[in-house]
């Protein structure tokens, strides 16, 4: 079953900052994010595996909470190169991942 | 090093017939995934394939089928296409079976069914 992403969408100004949500009703594995930027593949953002661990990526970070089977991407000080469609995709333990509908993020100069 | 690369880019078929889409993963990957991605939408999970032998299959029909070879590119194969298999599809290979370092996806081949 797909994991739920809110918001759908999401405007923003240089500098601000943003938080994308994934929740699933499965116990989750691990669960990874994407950025996919028009007409262009998925690019591997971060994976975060089940412990409740905190990871970064520039200023761009996430954190999981495997009791709530609940994940959170963190976009800090937003530039203009983070516009695009950002996915979670979650693993129940099976290698499979399940992706979201995605959060488009367009931020404006 | 050459990213994943898919093959056609795009490819227009027409209702019932059948189509072959090619991936090469990274030199050094040995898993392969399919996926499938209709607009405005997240890829949604076809086939996992890894040292050869499917390890995993998504929701989709028996018209979907797919292999690995022993240099671990990959075919997926749709039969008796439809409408509604119009869709980009993405190739991903990461290097080994549980994805942990990232899935690294090729560009995708656009599949239009008219």
């Known amino acids: 079953q797909q994991p739920v992403q809110s918001p759908q969408a999401v405007i923003l100004r240089e500098g601000e900052d943003a938080v994308i949500n994934c929740s699933s009703s499965?116990?989750?594995?691990?669960v990874h994010w994407y950025r996919q930027k028009h007409g262009e593949a998925p690019v591997f953002l971060m994976i975060?595996?089940?412990?409740?661990e905190q990871k970064g990526h520039e200023k761009i970070s996430a954190s999981f909470n495997e009791k709530k089977q609940q994940s959170s991407l963190y976009l800090t000080a937003s530039q203009l190169s983070y516009s695009g469609t950002y996915f979670c995709?979650?693993?129940?333990?099976?290698?499979?991942?399940?992706f979201g509908a995605g959060t488009t993020v367009t931020v404006r100069a | 090093d050459a990213g994943v690369t898919q093959s056609p880019t795009h490819l227009i078929k027409t209702r019932g017939q059948q189509v072959t889409l090619r991936c090469s993963p990274i030199?050094?990957?040995?898993?392969v995934s399919w996926y499938q991605q209709v607009l405005g939408q997240g890829p949604q999970f076809i086939f996992q394939?890894?040292?050869?032998?499917?390890?995993g299959r998504g929701n989709f029909p028996d018209r979907f089928s797919a292999r690995q070879f022993p240099n671990y590119s990959s075919e997926l194969n749709v039969n008796a296409l439809l409408l509604g298999d119009s869709a980009l599809y993405l190739c991903?290979?990461?290097?080994?079976?549980?994805?942990?370092?990232?899935?690294?996806f090729g560009s995708g081949t656009r599949l239009t069914v008219v």
């Open positions: 394939y890894y040292e050869k032998e499917e390890r």
């Open positions: 030199s050094g990957h040995k898993s």
């Open positions: 975060l595996l089940k412990g409740g």
């Open positions: 499965k116990a989750l594995y691990s």
């Open positions: 991903a290979s990461s290097p080994d079976l549980t994805g942990f370092l990232g899935y690294t």
């Open positions: 995709g979650t693993d129940t333990n099976d290698y499979k991942l399940s």
